[in-house]
């Protein structure tokens, strides 16, 4: 689906209906001004930051700010993988619609909120994918952008594939994707005007930040391909539309003809 600006009108957010929910791993040098930033924009919703077994300073920096501001920090012992950690934080939501964040983005403003609330709030959609505008790839022709942390959806849709994504790792968004697609749930697209998202290749050494690109693709792969079903369900459905709308206006001019048709035949009787 094509960009909308959704800002015009805001949604009233509370805790009981909205659950911010970070997932962090080792984001020592991001995790402050999301957080902050989340309370600062959202200080009624609820706000849930998932440690996903951290290794660097992240932990200490969200203890702190747990001790300052009134958030859920939920510490993970091990690195179990985003998707695990994003299953915890949605089994710990009491909000009915979940909004996740990435840990590693900056320059969050209140608009980006609005814009990915918004449609689920006036029943246009049935999930919300927004696309950062500063990524190294430009958001108009990113081929990877149903990929982005920053989503929100109901809690309603997401609770019953808790344990399917569980495992899925960095493969979660695809896994997401797919099942929205495949039983015909409606998906809009969001530009988060000014949101800076990093690559890889800013946040470690050249030799790690392509290890973890070959990781997650291999996850993305196996992610497809273990839920080819959901593919075969997804095309299905899109050619029983496809049918749908073609029998539609096939019938729509067959009514014409008909039309014309009798009013030829009045005609040549009169």
């Known amino acids: ?14 805790a009981m209906n909205v659950s911010i929910v970070i997932c962090a ?11 902050e930033s989340c309370y600062k924009h959202c200080p009624n919703a609820e706000i849930i930051v998932v440690d ?66 918004a449609p689920l709030f006036a029943g246009e959609a049935d999930m919300v994918l927004g696309q950062p505008s500063e990524t190294l790839i430009d958001y108009r022709i990113n081929p990877f952008k149903s990929l982005t942390g920053e989503r929100a959806l109901f809690k309603k849709d997401i609770v019953p594939l808790i344990n399917d994504i569980r495992d899925v790792r960095f493969g979660v968004e695809t896994f997401l994707n797919l099942y929205y697609q495949s039983v015909g749930k409606k998906i ?18 050249t030799i790690n930040a392509t290890k973890e690109f070959v990781n997650e693709g291999q996850e993305i792969f196996l992610t497809l391909l273990w839920n080819y079903k ?17 029998v539609k206006e096939i019938n729509e001019v067959q009514i014409a003809i008909n039309k014309n048709l009798t009013s030829i035949k009045n005609k040549i009787t009169l």
């Open 188 to 205: 809009e697209y969001v530009l988060l005007n000014e949101l800076i998202h990093p690559t890889k290749y800013e946040k470690t050494s």
């Open 52 to 117: 996903d077994g951290s290794t660097d300073s992240t932990p200490t920096i969200l203890k702190t700010l747990s001790s300052k501001l009134p958030i859920k920090y939920e510490q993970l012992a091990e690195n179990k993988g985003k998707s695990w950690a994003m299953a915890y934080g949605v089994e710990k939501s009491a909000g009915e619609i979940i909004l996740f964040f990435d840990a590693d983005v900056s320059n969050i403003q209140g608009e980006h909120f609005y814009k990915l609330l």
């Open 1 to 14: 689906m094509e960009n909308k600006d959704v800002t015009s009108e805001k949604p009233k957010i509370t």
């Open 230 to 246: 959901l593919i075969v369900k997804r095309v299905e459905l899109l050619i029983t539309n496809t049918n749908s709308k073609a």
């Open 25 to 35: 791993y080792n984001e020592e040098k991001t995790i402050a001004e999301v957080v």
